[in-house]
Nanobody, 122 residues
Framework: VQLQASGGGLVQAGGSLRLSCAASGRTFSNYAMYWFRQAPGKEREFVAAISRSGGSTYYADSVKGRFTISRDNAKNTVYLQMNSLKPEDTAVYYC????????????????WGKGTLVTVSS
């Protein structure tokens, strides 16, 4: 699976952005999908996950209630709607594909996409 994230940019605190990740190659619906992020000087961290059918989602506590992950299997695309953005959300955001419940150590992640930069100004 090849993954291409897009939609990053510069936004003021309190604003919104929607990231997209288009997949090609192997069957998209065979994989749970994830968003991770890495801020400058920090380790990569889990953000959100969605099951293969889209029926289950899971979020990091830091984004719960502000971010929403969704997927469209017909379009081979996963989305991350980010609302009420904070400066601490500034990071490169990566989409990834793998098995479900791979948020703790990313051990079940099979494919990683190139990131898209999100910058939130105060």
């Amino acid at each position: 699976v090849q993954l291409q994230a897009s939609g990053g940019g510069l936004v003021q605190a309190g604003g919104s952005l929607r990231l997209s990740c288009a997949a090609s190659g192997r069957t998209f619906s065979n994989y749970a999908m994830y968003w991770f992020r890495q801020a400058p000087g920090k380790e990569r961290e889990f953000v959100a996950a969605i099951s293969r059918s889209g029926g289950s989602t899971y979020y990091a506590d830091s984004v719960k209630g502000r971010f929403t992950i969704s997927r469209d299997n017909a379009k081979n695309t996963v989305y991350l709607q980010m609302n009420s953005l904070k400066p601490e959300d500034t990071a490169v955001y990566y989409c990834a594909a793998g098995s479900w419940r791979s948020w703790s150590d990313a051990g079940g992640i099979t494919y990683w996409g190139k990131g898209t930069l999100v910058t939130v100004s105060s």
